[in-house]
């Protein structure tokens, strides 16, 4: 069974950083696709980024491209969502998720899902 555990979020300024950590169980970075989402308030879930099942491929929402790293470490069975130059509007719940499809982008297209983490940036 997949298991995903998020960490790491917390109260930072605008222009600051935090380091999002997703644990995952064994085989899963081997076989799923993994991802990140956010939600804030009264929005719907989005996509932020994602990685291939195979790991060689990042893939990024435009809205975060130059700013968020995602990563994975296989011996860990961790995935990692570095985020720099953080500003407000990227106040949300930001959730892992494991997927069977490549670029998967729809939260449609993941069938697991971490508890959330909260991320609050103030101005």
């Known amino acids: 069974q997949v298991q995903l555990v998020e960490s790491g979020g917390g109260l930072v300024q605008a222009g600051g950083s935090l380091r999002l950590s997703c644990a995952t169980s064994?085989?899963?970075?081997?076989?799923?696709?993994m991802g990140w989402f956010r939600q804030a308030p009264g929005k719907e879930r989005e996509f932020v980024a994602g990685?291939?099942?195979?790991?060689?491929?990042?893939y990024y929402a435009d809205f975060v491209k130059g700013r968020f790293t995602m990563s994975r470490d296989v011996a860990k069975i961790t995935v990692y969502l570095q985020m720099n130059s953080l500003k407000p509007e990227d106040t949300a719940v930001y959730y892992c998720?494991?997927?069977?499809?490549?670029?998967?982008?729809?939260?449609?297209?993941?069938?697991?899902w971490g508890q959330g983490t909260q991320v609050t940036v103030s101005s």
């Open positions: 064994e085989g899963t970075l081997s076989t799923y696709v």
């Open positions: 990685i291939t099942w195979s790991g060689a491929t990042v």
């Open positions: 998720a494991a997927g069977r499809t490549n670029w998967a982008r729809a939260t449609s297209e993941y069938a697991y």
